[in-house]
């Protein structure tokens, strides 16, 4: 295999996100989606997050292997410095160190932007054994300097069962008391200032 590249995704990459996305919903309680929404939904979705924060592919070669990105935590301004994060990765590229690269690729990013705080909201089985979903998600954000925060019970219903979910943090900036303003990620790329967060 090709080195593997990070790079910002653009909509054009939504079938290849679309197909690493796809096994999750239908098959995995990783995410609480039912149904696999469309190449232009989910072209939208990367459109949307690109104004405002990083959204990453990794690639080699002409093969798309994982992505990762953020999204606002809350809307209201107050929230501004705060962020939820996300990850997915093909199935077949788990535990190669990927989702390390690629996380810590988003991390300098938001870093350049201001952020502050990083969460994750992560599906958590409600005992061991679960068909459809395991503690390597919280297990990857755990080694990735995230803690436990909040556990909400059984929260989420899918394929017959309910599933908690687990907040988890990582304090990314030094909380200064006049914090700078958050540049949007849109800003970073026009200024050709992304490149050198990505290497």
Same mark, same amino acid.
């Given at each position: 295999?090709?080195?593997?590249?990070?790079?910002?995704?653009?909509?054009?990459?939504?079938?290849? =996100?679309?197909?690493?996305?796809?096994?999750?919903?239908?098959?995995?309680?990783?995410?609480?989606?039912?149904?696999?929404?469309?190449?232009?939904?989910?072209?939208?979705?990367?459109?949307?997050?690109?104004?405002?924060?990083?959204?990453?592919?990794?690639?080699?070669?002409?093969?798309?292997?994982?992505?990762?990105?953020?999204?606002?935590? /809350?809307?209201?301004?107050?929230?501004?410095?705060?962020?939820?994060?996300?990850?997915? =990765?093909?199935?077949?590229?788990?535990?190669?160190?990927?989702?390390?690269?690629?996380?810590?690729?988003?991390?300098?990013?938001?870093?350049?932007?201001?952020?502050?705080?990083?969460?994750?909201?992560?599906?958590?089985?409600?005992?061991?054994?679960?068909?459809?979903?395991?503690?390597?998600?919280?297990?990857?954000?755990?080694?990735?300097?995230?803690?436990?925060?909040?556990?909400?019970? /059984?929260?989420?219903? /899918?394929? %017959?069962?309910?599933?908690?979910?687990?907040?988890?943090? /990582?304090? =990314? %900036?030094?909380?200064?008391?006049?914090?700078?303003?958050?540049?949007?990620?849109?800003?970073?790329?026009?200024? %050709?200032?992304?490149?050198?967060?990505?290497?």
């Amino acid at each position: 295999m090709e080195a593997v590249t990070i790079r910002p995704a653009a909509p054009e990459d939504a079938p290849a =996100l679309l197909a690493i996305y796809t096994p999750y919903v239908r098959e995995t309680a990783v995410t609480f989606e039912y149904e696999v929404p469309t190449p232009e939904e989910f072209a939208g979705r990367i459109r949307r997050t690109l104004e405002r924060y990083p959204y990453l592919t990794a690639q080699s070669g002409d093969e798309v292997l994982g992505y990762a990105c953020a999204g606002a935590f /809350k809307e209201r301004a107050a929230y501004d410095w705060s962020v939820e994060t996300t990850i997915y =990765l093909r199935q077949d590229q788990r535990g190669r160190g990927l989702g390390r690269a690629l996380y810590q690729a988003l991390e300098r990013c938001l870093a350049a932007q201001h952020i502050q705080n990083l969460n994750a909201c992560i599906a958590d089985p409600a005992q061991a054994g679960d068909p459809y979903l395991t503690g390597a998600s919280a297990a990857f954000h755990a080694r990735m300097g995230y803690q436990l925060v909040g556990r909400f019970h /059984k929260c989420g219903y /899918k394929f %017959g069962r309910w599933y908690d979910m687990v907040w988890m943090e /990582k304090i =990314l %900036g030094t909380h200064p008391e006049r914090p700078p303003e958050v540049i949007p990620f849109s800003e970073l790329l026009e200024r %050709g200032a992304v490149l050198e967060l990505l290497r």
